[in-house]
């Protein structure tokens, strides 16, 4: 499986951004897909998983009401909509994807992942 992530950059406090995660390689809508990021100096940490379907997510409780994660398995594509935006959630953002049906919020629980894209919040 192979992930693209997109749609990084620089915004305000209290600003929006949507990433986006486009994969090939493998059927879609029987990937885990979840999004991580991790800040300099910092271990790279869980944001939000969404199940196959998509009805199902799951958010770290930093950005839960703030961040929502999406997927469109038509296109193969996941999403990550930021919104109020904070200086501290500034880092690279990495989509990941795994083939078990869970929610899972391990970094090494996934066995794929896309590139990163940056983001940064100022303040």
């Known amino acids: 499986v192979q992930l693209q992530a997109s749609g990084g950059g620089l915004v305000q406090a209290g600003g929006s951004l949507r990433l986006s995660c486009v994969a090939s390689?493998?059927?879609?809508?029987?990937?885990?897909v979840a999004w991580f990021r991790q800040a300099p100096g910092k271990e790279r940490e869980f944001v939000a998983a969404?199940?196959?379907?998509?009805?199902?997510?799951r958010y770290s409780d930093s950005v839960k009401g703030r961040f929502t994660i999406s997927r469109d398995n038509a296109k193969n594509t996941a999403y990550l909509q930021m919104s109020s935006l904070k200086p501290e959630d500034t880092a690279v953002y990495y989509c990941?994807?795994?083939?078990?049906?869970?929610?899972?919020?391990?970094?090494?629980?996934?066995?794929?992942w896309g590139q990163g894209t940056q983001v940064t919040v100022s303040s």
């Open positions: 969404s199940s196959w379907g998509g009805n199902i997510s």
């Open positions: 990941g994807a795994d083939g078990a049906p869970k929610l899972l919020q391990k970094p090494d629980e996934y066995d794929y």
């Open positions: 390689g493998r059927t879609f809508n029987r990937l885990t």
